[in-house]
């Protein structure tokens, strides 16, 4: 079992920054990718960046060049800088988990709402 927490979210005007944790817990050796994903009111849970355990990292157009995803091995955690943030980036963000390369992100934490400022 593998558990997940995040922390790191807030209200910030538009063109600030926030940083996003996601703190895992459990069998975290098991891990072999984490995602951040979000979910604005009335929409779909999106993704919005994942980092495996090779170090590669996919990002959503949407935020491509505004965003960072990026992990601390030692503290089990992984991260995501939030640059240039923009009212449209207002949701809960989730992390996930996933412990095989083809399988699904069947671990989550419960969230962390950012809201931006116009």
């Known amino acids: 079992q593998v558990q997940l927490v995040e922390s790191g979210g807030g209200l910030v005007q538009a063109g600030g920054s926030l940083r996003l944790s996601c703190a895992a817990s459990?069998?975290?050796?098991?891990?072999?990718?984490i995602g951040w994903y979000r979910q604005a009111p009335g929409k779909q849970r999106e993704l919005v960046a994942t980092?495996?355990?090779?170090?590669?990292?996919n990002y959503a157009d949407s935020v491509k060049g505004r965003f960072t995803i990026y992990r601390d091995n030692a503290k089990n955690t992984v991260y995501l800088q939030m640059n240039s943030l923009k009212p449209e980036d207002t949701a809960v963000y989730y992390c996930?988990?996933?412990?095989?390369?083809?399988?699904?992100?069947?671990?989550w934490g419960r969230g962390t709402q950012v809201t931006v400022s116009s």
């Open positions: 459990g069998s975290t050796f098991s891990i072999n990718a």
């Open positions: 980092i495996s355990n090779d170090g590669s990292t």
């Open positions: 996930g988990a996933k412990t095989s390369t083809w399988g699904t992100f069947s671990y």
